[in-house]
């Protein structure tokens, strides 16, 4: 994939510029060049692994994955 620019971005995602602050249902933006909804923005994951953010109480390393309604448009990106 290229690079995707912020207008792009806004039309595929919720993000901080566009969702007045919640969350969204999914399909309601474009979908990405391989026909797929809510790559990009929406809501963050929250993943086991290795992470800077460690649980100390189950002793798991936890990192967030993803761009949420709470980034910005360079913010969102995702793996090409």
Same mark, same amino acid.
């Given at each position: ?11 595929? *995602?919720? $993000?901080?510029?566009? *969702? ?15 026909? $797929? ?8 994951? $929250?993943?086991?692994?290795? *992470? ?23 913010? *969102?990106?995702?793996?090409?």
């Amino acid at each position: 994939g290229g690079k995707v620019d912020d207008k792009t971005r806004l039309e595929r *995602a919720w $993000l901080y510029d566009n *969702a007045d602050g919640t969350t969204h249902p999914v399909g309601q933006k474009q979908p990405n060049e391989f026909g $797929l909804f809510d790559i990009e923005g929406n809501v963050s994951e $929250l993943c086991m692994g290795s *992470a800077p953010k460690w649980d100390v109480i189950s002793g798991v390393g936890q990192v967030m994955r993803g761009a949420s309604m709470r980034h910005s448009p360079p913010a *969102a990106c995702s793996s090409s």
